[in-house]
């Protein structure tokens, strides 16, 4: 299925997503779709690289802070699947939308 039709089956379905188990900064969700049973990431932190500039010289740090992406979404332990869309898009995009069963 394509990004399109599973957005589609999300919304017409009304399926719930079901939090699985949360490793090194993702909250991974199942979700129930007509074709079968599938799980995605949710990252939670992200890293950045801060510059510091100390007048002899400029370094980089890489630094891991909480998700942007995130904003004030609140995460349950079952949630409507198409308000994780957002998700879910990004999860196929980068092929991290996987089919269990």
């Known amino acids: 299925m394509d990004k399109n ?4 089956e999300l919304y017409k379905s009304k399926a719930n997503a079901k939090f699985s188990h949360y490793v090194s900064g993702n909250l991974y ?3 129930e779709i ?4 599938y799980q995605f ?5 992200e890293e950045k690289i801060v510059t510091i500039d100390n007048n002899s010289f400029e370094y980089s740090v890489v630094t891991i802070e909480l998700s942007s992406d ?3 979404t609140s995460f349950y332990a079952e949630i409507r ?11 196929i995009d980068k092929e991290e939308f996987i089919k269990l069963n």
């Open 29 to 31: 969700y199942t979700v």
């Open 34 to 37: 007509a074709d079968g049973i």
């Open 81 to 91: 699947g198409s308000e994780l869309s957002r998700w879910i898009s990004k999860a």
């Open 41 to 45: 990431p949710i990252a939670t932190v």
């Open 5 to 8: 039709e599973v957005k589609k």
């Open 70 to 72: 995130l904003g004030t």
